[in-house]
């Protein structure tokens, strides 16, 4: 938990003192400034008319971000604290498992109703705390060509959540989705089909880096060159002489910031899950009907 106090809409998780080893009673809250601007506070629940309910202060005993992307290894790093970058790129994204299920309860809980986006969500929530899990673990094993693959998957959850943006009725796209209609044969409200390369195309108007990590991912889950060459190093080129190395775990040319870069995608990602799901908690604890 920070030291520091939150900026003005700030989205954080935040306890007090009798309640910070418990996670079951952390809270997720905005930092927002009163209508009348007499005072700011966090936002963290609404009443059954659909008001902020809200702590009247400037001060938070224990918090961080909800949304901790963005971290990058400096630019004069050492080769040799690449070690100490990967254990904190690695203790980060671990903390995920508690943003998830904290926001979970909270957009499945928002007005005490459940919609058909509440369960569709569940299934995102459910699937990419299996993914994260996944990839510490194949990382850990250094196994960096199936980790790299598990941040394709784990941008499918971010695309196929934005889809539910990108339609009329969410709800009924959920519906649609959970009978087993698949999401490529549905189309938007531009009356487009919403296949992968679609819903990639769409969401990098908005995140323009998702495009590039598509692309790529895409390279590591269909059989490609990046599985050809990702063992092969040349020795000298004037003697076109190359090194192969064929094993089940990473070669020596796979260092830690190539792990640290797949565990940094793979925080972005679960960004971008976490503040569509966190929208749409908010709309629907000040919206009646949908």
């Known amino acids: 938990m920070s030291e520091t106090q939150p900026e003005l809409g700030d989205v954080v998780i935040i306890s007090n003192e009798a309640d910070k080893k418990d996670r079951t009673k952390w809270r997720i809250g905005q930092f927002l400034q009163s209508d009348d601007k007499s005072f ?5 629940d609404f009443d059954d008319e659909g008001k902020d309910i809200a702590i009247k202060s400037n001060k938070v005993d224990y918090w961080c ?57 569940d299934g995102i929530y459910i699937r ?15 196994n960096y060509m199936a980790a790299a693959s598990i941040v ?15 339609v009329k009725n969410p709800h009924d796209f959920s519906m649609e989705v959970m009978g087993g209609k698949p999401i490529k044969k549905i189309k938007d409200h531009d009356e487009k089909f919403m296949n992968d390369g679609y819903l990639a195309k769409k969401a990098s108007e908005k995140y323009p880096w998702i495009q590039q990590v598509y692309d790529k991912g895409c390279g ?4 490609s060159s990046t599985h050809i060459f990702s063992n092969l190093k040349i020795i000298d080129k004037d003697e076109r002489t190359i090194e192969t190395y064929i094993g089940k775990e ?15 995608v793979m925080i972005e990602i679960s960004d971008c899950i976490l503040q569509l799901a966190y929208g749409w908690a908010r709309k629907k604890m000040q919206e009646d009907d949908f």
Request: glycine share 2%.
């Open 250 to 264: 990473d070669w020596d040319n796979v260092t830690d910031r190539s792990r640290i870069e797949v565990l940094a």
């Open 128 to 142: 990419s705390l299996s993914l994260m899990n996944a990839s510490i673990t194949l990382l850990d094993s250094k």
């Open 152 to 166: 394709r998957l784990h941008l499918d959850n971010f695309l196929r959540l934005y889809a539910s943006y990108l």
């Open 65 to 121: 971000n909800l949304f901790e992307g963005g971290f990058k290894l400096p630019s004069d790093y050492k080769k040799e604290d690449l070690t100490i970058y990967y254990q904190a790129f690695r203790k980060l994204i671990l903390s995920y498992e508690h943003r998830f299920l904290l926001m979970a309860e909270v957009s499945k809980m928002a007005k005490r109703k459940v919609y058909p986006l509440d369960m569709y969500l």
């Open 40 to 44: 700011y506070g966090i936002v963290v």
């Open 220 to 223: 590591f889950v269909h059989f």
